[in-house]
């Protein structure tokens, strides 16, 4: 069975930081692109980050301030952020699929269940 699993969620002061995970099992994550997502109350899901390989892409909103990466052997990704502020609050997915690399990208549509992100002071 495909499971994409998040943790690391919580709640934190704004300057704080964060590392989410995202565990996959059924599947390895090296099949394919791994992205992570977001979305806010009451605002559409958007594209936080995407790796592929080494290949790493940032929406504008979070470069220089977040970073992904993946570890092949624990077969879990990982979006760690730093510099949390209140506007980077939602809920945080991971998918086997992500909003750059067109068709170049391998990709599917499994996607975890989200963890809570909350920034406030």
């Known amino acids: 069975q495909v499971q994409l699993v998040e943790s690391g969620g919580g709640s934190v002061q704004p300057g704080g930081s964060l590392t989410l995970s995202c565990a996959a099992s059924?599947?390895?994550?090296?099949?394919?692109?791994i992205g992570w997502f977001r979305q806010a109350p009451g605002k559409e899901r958007e594209g936080v980050s995407c790796?592929?390989?080494?290949?790493?892409h940032y929406a504008n909103f979070v470069k220089g301030r977040f970073t992904t990466s993946t570890n092949y052997v624990k077969n879990t990704a990982y979006l760690q952020m730093n510099s949390l502020q209140p506007e980077d609050t939602g809920v945080y997915f991971c998918?086997?699929?992500?909003?750059?690399?067109?068709?170049?990208?391998?990709?599917?549509?499994?996607w975890g269940q989200g963890t809570q992100v909350t920034v406030s002071s």
């Open positions: 059924g599947f390895t994550l090296d099949n394919y692109a």
């Open positions: 790796i592929w390989r080494g290949n790493m």
């Open positions: 998918a086997s699929t992500c909003v750059w690399g067109g068709t170049a990208y391998p990709k599917a549509d499994y």
